[in-house]
């Protein structure tokens, strides 16, 4: 008697993972769906099939994304992990999870959740450090906050796009020698590879601790917050978090659980000053995250940026971000900041890897670049690792830079 997850599972998406999206058969209804191996599973399908799901919990997954899920909580979120690793799993069960799967290659995949408010931090050590080395050559790389808080900027939550939506250059006012801006397309239109946490259930008055933040992280997807470096040179020195982050971030399609991460839970970075009692993390679980990205421009890897390198932790972050009462809401969202290690062929931004252009950096033995040209493809992989030896796959983050409109 085979189960499903022997039948279908192949490296990085077996039972560990069982990533969620949004996903459509062809002329087919947008549905909540699983992955295991080269399959989509149909949840409600596979709920109808084989019962023993909760009531509440089925009508959470009834729906066409991750918004009422996210909405019921992690009881709810827990639960149903938990039926479907062993629905998957079970002795016999591979025909069940068979009629109720479609292949990966014939779905058409969906942004997985309403996107609420969309935060995007800077929460990399390397990072900062390189762009204070960049802006400030003068002075101290870190400004003196910046180990005492996570350094974070509001962004716009209707420009958080789904991978494989191109998007065009964007345009703006762009700083020139004379002094007088000109606008035009960006030249100097970069990418930051980050990780996104998906926030669920809801602190109506904030102030959510390090302790209690666990109870919100639903998932993690890849992220890029592409960024147009001279428009946001030019609306705030040294950089500016408005127009030039705007027009498009993109995310991966397939929401690892935070659940499927629990091999890949490691300690942070050794911490700096002591931190204010709202962010001290001391005594609790490590919540540093080793998972690997990569950065591969046209079909060639130009960058590995490890997570585990992040100084700030993402309870840290969602303490941080409610600690004045701002509300939690189902669908938040937030981005890590552009992720650096210390290596060049770490750096998680074309800014850092060219030395804002005074470095070009190879992209093949025979070119190099800098900034993105028309019709470049940047797309960015990530793995960390499973339960057992196994390998979580983050799927890709992929998108294409059109010509400006
Ligand atoms: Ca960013």
């Not at 479907?84 to 014939?106: E, K, Q």
Request: overall charge negative; hydrophobic content about 40%.
């Amino acid at each position: 008697m085979t189960t499903a997850a022997d039948r279908f599972a192949i490296k990085g998406f077996g039972p560990e993972n069982l990533p969620y999206a949004s996903f459509s058969p062809v002329d087919g209804k947008p549905r909540l769906g699983a992955r295991l191996g080269n399959q989509a599973i149909d949840l409600s399908a596979l709920a109808d099939a084989t019962g023993g799901l909760d009531r509440s919990v089925r009508a959470a997954i009834s729906t066409s994304n991750l918004d009422a899920l996210l909405a019921a909580g992690c009881e709810a979120w827990t639960a149903l992990r938990a039926w479907l690793v062993d629905a998957v799993t079970t002795a016999g069960g591979d025909g069940i999870v068979a009629d109720s799967s479609y292949p990966v290659d014939d779905i058409l995949l969906h942004m997985p959740f309403t996107v609420a408010d969309y935060v995007d931090y800077y929460a990399s050590e390397h990072h900062a450090s390189n762009v204070g080395k960049i802006f400030r050559p003068d002075e101290a790389p870190l400004l003196p906050n910046w180990k005492h808080l996570p350094v974070g900027y509001h962004g716009r939550s209707g420009s958080v796009i789904p991978s494989g939506q191109d998007f065009p250059r964007p345009k703006g006012l762009r700083p020139e020698q004379n002094g007088s801006p000109s606008f035009g397309p960006s030249r100097r239109l970069d990418i930051e590879a980050e990780m996104g946490f998906i926030l669920g259930g809801s602190a109506p008055a904030g102030e959510v601790s390090v302790a209690a933040a666990a109870q919100h992280l639903f998932g993690v997807v890849l992220f890029n917050d592409w960024s147009a470096r001279d428009i946001q040179a030019y609306e705030y020195v040294p950089l500016g978090p408005y127009l030039g982050k705007s027009f498009a971030s993109t995310i991966s399609l397939w929401v690892v659980p935070f659940e499927a991460l629990s091999a890949a839970r490691i300690t942070p970075p050794a911490r700096g000053p002591a931190l204010a009692p709202y962010l001290n993390d001391e005594g609790e679980e490590p919540w540093g995250l080793d998972i690997t990205m990569e950065v591969i421009v046209d079909g060639h890897t130009v960058s590995r940026p490890p997570v585990s390198a992040l100084y700030w932790t993402a309870p840290q972050m969602i303490a941080h971000m409610t600690v004045n009462g701002a509300p939690l809401r189902p669908g938040d969202f937030f981005g890590s900041g552009t992720v650096s290690g210390p290596e060049k062929g770490q750096r998680g931004s074309f800014l850092e890897l060219s030395w804002a252009g005074k470095e070009p950096f190879a992209v093949t033995p025979d070119t190099e670049m800098s900034f993105l040209t028309d019709g470049q493809t940047v797309t960015i992989r990530g793995t960390a690792p499973g339960p057992g030896g196994s390998t979580i796959d983050f799927g890709e983050c992929t998108a294409t830079v059109l010509p400006a409109t």
